[in-house]
Each structure stands twice: as structure tokens, then as C-alpha cells.
């Protein structure tokens, strides 16, 4: 529930228009939403400024759409990560107002609220193709929590002469992610190109010794790059998520 709607209700026990236990039991049902799999948190929006986001993986496409059912029908934005392809094409034939997309293994389904436009500038950088999914996840994320976002795709440290052209770009982010597998060596290179913050996001991509985007992991925490910042491998949903809070804060501050 809003600050409005709270305002609202609050105004109408005041006026005798509404009872005071019939306002006590919506502001107890206004915050979670309790179904026979899930426990969801209908309050987050107003706390952290996105709604409850739902992790696909792990669920039934029934548990998927149920929960993202229930988030829409609070009037919130509803996100679906790590969406299979059975969830999808649930999802996508429940809502079909919807937006699916398959290589981020994403849904979103807006509340249909007036949308505020996109602020900041949010820089994706892959290191390899093969990075992309990773990337593109974080890409989206960014974008449904209103941020502007673009990508630069495979500009990896085996050919150092293809992100050193793109410098001019870097330095004009307000933030970059960068999604890199292997030896995960992309971040330092661009933390030190660049004055503003540095999200490293470590994928699985890679050879035995990589282990599944460990060494890559390894690597970006060791970063002698001072700006770089590290989430978790594969993690380009908490990449988008981080980044997306950040430069709305900086457009906060800026007026």
C-alpha cells in the first residue's frame, strides 16, 4: 500500500467512513500475501522502490503464474527472473499484455500505471558472446526499474583495441556493468578507463579451469581497479538491480 492509499484510509476512519477494524485488517493485508506456496511481500515497492521480484527457477509454471497473478492484482509491476520455457509460455498466455524475452529468461508484466521516463545512463559491456544472457538479463532488469540501459557486446581483453574504441562511451556512463567469463579480466581494464562506478558480474562461461565462473570470480574480487564492485556469477539480474537504484538515486541528487 501507497503513502497515498495508507493517507486515504487513515482519512476515511477519521471521517467515520471506514471502521476501524475493517482498516486494521487492509493495512494487515496490504503488506503479504500468503498462498499455499509462497509467501509474498506486498510492501517491498514502497520500502525499496521495485516491487517483489519472483525467482522462476525452482518454481512450476502454475507457482510462477499464480504468484505473478497475485503481485498484478496489487496493482504492482511484476517481474519474473530465470523464466524455463513452460513457465514462458505460461506466462505469456495468462498475460499476454506481457513482455517476454527469451535470452534474458525474463517476464514483465507492468501494472499498467503511467510510467515515469527512463533516467540515468546504464553501460552493459560483455567480454564474449557468450556472455550474453548474463548481459542481457542485466539489460532488462535495469530498464523495467527505469533506467536508460545499452549494451556493448564482446569487446573482450583477447583483442584490448576493441573496448579502448569505445572509451568515449565508457567515460560517459553513469555506471557500467561488465559480464565477463574465462579469465574475468574485462572489469579491471574498464575500471581503469572510467570515474564512475564498476559493477563486475562473473558468468559460468569458460574452460575446466574457469570452474563454472569461479576464476572469473576470483579475478574481479582481486581487481586492482579501485571502482570495480563485484556481485555473484551468473548474477546479472542483481547487476541491472544495483545499477538501476544507483542512477536513480544520482538523478534524485541531481534535481
Not at 64 to 84: E, H, L, M, Y
Not at 96 to 108: I, K, M, Y
Not at 216 to 225: E, G, K, P, R
Amino acid at each position: 500500500m501507497s503513502g497515498d492509499e495508507v493517507r486515504a484510509l487513515l482519512e476515511g476512519v477519521r471521517s467515520g467512513a471506514v471502521p476501524v477494524g475493517d482498516a486494521a485488517d487492509r493495512l494487515a493485508r496490504s503488506t503479504i500475501a500468503e498462498l499455499n506456496f509462497a509467501t509474498l511481500d506486498l510492501d517491498r515497492g514502497a520500502r525499496c522502490g521495485f516491487p517483489e521480484v519472483i525467482l522462476g527457477e525452482g518454481k512450476t509454471p502454475d507457482w510462477a503464474a499464480g504468484a505473478a497473478k497475485r503481485i498484478a492484482d496489487a496493482g504492482q509491476d511484476c517481474f519474473v527472473t530465470r523464466v524455463s520455457d513452460a513457465q514462458a509460455e505460461r506466462l505469456s498466455r495468462d498475460f499476454p499484455r506481457g513482455e517476454s524475452d527469451r535470452l534474458a529468461r525474463t517476464f514483465w508484466l507492468p501494472s499498467g500505471a503511467p510510467r515515469v521516463a527512463p533516467t540515468g545512463d546504464v553501460l552493459v559491456v560483455t567480454a564474449g558472446t557468450g556472455d550474453l544472457p548474463v548481459a542481457q538479463e542485466a539489460l532488462v532488469t535495469a530498464r523495467v526499474m527505469g533506467a536508460n540501459c545499452e549494451l556493448i557486446v564482446d569487446v573482450g581483453v583477447a583483442g584490448i583495441h576493441r573496448v579502448l574504441r569505445r572509451r568515449d562511451r565508457l567515460a560517459a556512463a553513469d555506471v557500467v556493468i561488465v559480464v565477463a567469463g574465462m579469465d574475468g579480466a574485462l572489469p579491471s581494464v574498464v575500471g581503469g578507463l572510467v570515474d564512475c562506478p564498476v559493477i563486475a558480474c562473473p558468468t559460468s562461461v569458460g574452460y575446466g579451469a574457469a570452474f563454472e565462473g569461479v576464476a572469473a570470480l576470483l579475478t574481479m574480487l582481486n581487481s586492482c581497479s579501485a571502482g570495480v564492485c563485484v556481485v555473484n556469477i551468473d548474477a546479472g539480474f542483481k547487476a541491472g538491480y544495483v545499477a538501476a537504484r544507483f542512477v536513480k538515486r544520482l538523478a534524485a541528487a541531481r534535481g
